[in-house]
């Protein structure tokens, strides 16, 4: 049991391709080349806010079907998603907690578009 242990793992968020270089597979390459990257540093979980529409063919799944809460009401619930690598160890479940650099740059979950 690691109750109130944290650790240490990576946010794969905000990721996106200037529209005129859309549908080329550089998205595509980017998260395939992150994630194997981060499972070569042994990082036991990856998290990202986005469409699963488009994430589930990387196997993201909805954070909370893995005993996740998302860092921020601002989050749709859908659009947290995680994907367990393989350093994951079974007791790794709780809330994620963005540095603060994500709350500085206002990069967290939808935004007023009016603002």
Do not use: C
Not at 32 to 40: H, P, S, V
Not at 56 to 63: A, I, L, S
Not at 78 to 103: C, D, I, K, N
């Amino acid at each position: 049991m690691n109750d109130g242990e944290q650790t240490r793992l990576q946010v794969l968020s905000p990721l996106a391709v200037m529209p005129g270089h859309q549908r080329q597979g550089i998205g595509p390459a980017l998260v395939q080349g992150g994630l194997r990257i981060l499972a070569q540093r042994v990082v036991p979980l990856v998290f990202l806010e986005g469409d699963p529409a488009h994430y589930t063919r990387f196997g993201f799944v909805p954070g909370a079907e893995l005993h996740f809460r998302k860092p921020s009401l601002r989050i749709p619930d859908a659009a947290f998603q995680a994907l367990r690598l393989p350093a994951h160890e079974a007791w790794m479940t709780g809330t994620l907690v963005y540095s603060e650099l994500f709350w500085q740059h206002d990069a967290v979950g939808l935004r007023d578009a009016n603002a």
